[in-house]
Structure formats: structure tokens, C-alpha cells
């Protein structure tokens, strides 16, 4: 009766096994890497870099400055999708926003980093390459299910605007609180302060609930169940992220407000 419902909303499983093993493969791999978050083993970037024990010793880890770090973990996706619009640009509507959407996302992600960030740490290279490959994975495998998509039977709901409202949402409200992140940091100052403004007020991690959105935003222009796949796992991903997020503001400052939730206002 689910498969009936969802029948509804999504196209059928494509005439690939590489695509239907990968929603598979890579949901569960995203889903585990946000419930380790969540644990407390965490991939190293940003706020948690240095704070896993592990075999190796801080000093024998390859760290790349977070800057170029952050270039890395976007760039080849943006790359991929900027490819795909440039080597297939005629194909119908749904599968041009899809590659639309992710171009404009990773590039807007490229964006940030250069002008937008700031930078107080570094990044372990192995998170880099990990999240990396994710990011380009996802996004090759979500264009090429768009494309296997064409000639089989249209989901008779269809919820590609609904998406496109989801993305601009999205897109706009991650760019709005990474701003007020950035804006944090006065002068030259590199500590961690309590953001402020925004929903910053009642969650301490807005951004990631606005990039949930985008995710969302694809797999409802897409309707592929690689696409919704993907959304949920980066769901779990970046909830496990903003759980391990408030918990680290908790325990650095005597001041963090009780009522702030991780992710979702008044819930979590």
C-alpha cells in the first residue's frame, strides 16, 4: 500500500542496477556517517576537526588549509553539473532544472567559501576526499537517474514546482544564515562565538536546515527515488551534525540559552 502511495509522487525504479545498488549504497553510508555525528565521531572539519581519538595522532594527519578544503568538497560537483548542462543541454524540462538546480547550488557553495566564510581551523584531508566524493557522487547519480527517467511512465502527481519553491527557499535562507555566521567574527577574530539573528535564535543550526530544504527541493523536481533517497539520508546527515553542533556549543559556553534547539524549532 506505501509502494502504492508513493507510486503517486515518484517514477519507477530506472533499467539500471548500478543507480538502484547506489540509492541504496550511498543513502546507507550518509545515514550511518550522521548517526556516528550524532554519537560524537565526527568527520573533521570546521568546529571538530581535532576532537576524534584516533589511531593517528593530530600530527599525522594530513590537514589542507579550510579554505581549499571547502573549494574541494564542492567543486567537482559543481563541475559535474555544469558539464552535464554543457554536453546535454536539449533535454526536457524536469531533467534541465534538476542539472539546473545542483549547478546553481555547488556554485553558489564555490561562491561562499571564496567571499563569504570564515576560517579559523583546518581540514583533515580523508574528510575532505570523503565528503567530496559524496557531494560529486550524489550529484552525477542524480542527474544520470534524471536522464534514465525519460520514456518511463510520469509520476501523475507532479511536484516540480513545488520543488523549485523548496529550492529557492532553500537556497536563499542557507545563504542568509551562513551570512550571519560569517558576520560573527568581527575585525580579525578567529574564536567561536553564540550566533545571533535570524533562526539562530530558537535552532543553533538554521543553515543546515535550510540546505535539508534544497535537498528536498531536488527530489521534488526530480521525483527519482535516488533523489528522495538521498534527501532523507542528508536529513539524518545533518541532523546528526546539528545534534553534535549544539551539544559542542553546550559544553563551550556557560551562557547557551536551553530553549535553542539543533535543527528543528521547539522539537530537536
Known amino acids: ?33 550522521g548517526i556516528s555525528e550524532a554519537k560524537g565521531k565526527h568527520l573533521q572539519y570546521s568546529k571538530f576537526w581535532n576532537t576524534n581519538t584516533a589511531p593517528k595522532s593530530s600530527s599525522e594527519q594530513f590537514k589542507i588549509s579550510s579554505r581549499l578544503g571547502m573549494l574541494f568538497l564542492y567543486t567537482p560537483a559543481f563541475i559535474a553539473g555544469a558539464v552535464s548542462l554543457w554536453f546535454f543541454p536539449n533535454e526536457d524540462r524536469r531533467i534541465l532544472l534538476i542539472k539546473s538546480a545542483l549547478t546553481l547550488h555547488f556554485f553558489k557553495r564555490d561562491l561562499e567559501v571564496l567571499f ?28 544520470y537517474s534524471q536522464h534514465l527517467s525519460q520514456g518511463l511512465p510520469q509520476p501523475p502527481i507532479d511536484l516540480k514546482n513545488i520543488g523549485i519553491a523548496l529550492f529557492l527557499t532553500g537556497i536563499i535562507g542557507n545563504l542568509y544564515h551562513h551570512l550571519i555566521l560569517a558576520n560573527t567574527r568581527k575585525g580579525g577574530e578567529t574564536g567561536y562565538k553564540i550566533p545571533k539573528g535570524g533562526l539562530f535564535g530558537i535552532i543553533i543550526c538554521p543553515h543546515y536546515l535550510f540546505e535539508i530544504i534544497v535537498y528536498f527541493g531536488f527530489a521534488f523536481i526530480s521525483q527519482t527515488i535516488y533523489a528522495l533517497c538521498f534527501a532523507l539520508a542528508t536529513a539524518v546527515y545533518l541532523g546528526g551534525r546539528s545534534y553534535a553542533t549544539r551539544r559542542w556549543y553546550a559544553s563551550k559556553f556557560d551562557n547557551f540559552p536551553n530553549h535553542v534547539k539543533a535543527l528543528i524549532p521547539f522539537l530537536f
Open 1 to 33: 500500500m506505501a509502494m502504492n502511495a508513493l507510486s503517486e509522487f515518484l517514477f519507477p525504479a530506472p533499467p539500471s542496477l548500478f543507480v538502484n545498488v547506489m540509492t541504496v549504497v550511498s543513502s546507507a553510508v550518509v545515514t550511518a556517517i
Open 116 to 143: 563569504v566564510h570564515k576560517y579559523s581551523s583546518k581540514m583533515v584531508l580523508d574528510s575532505a576526499i570523503l565528503i567530496s566524493l559524496s557531494y560529486f557522487s550524489s550529484t552525477a547519480i542524480m542527474i
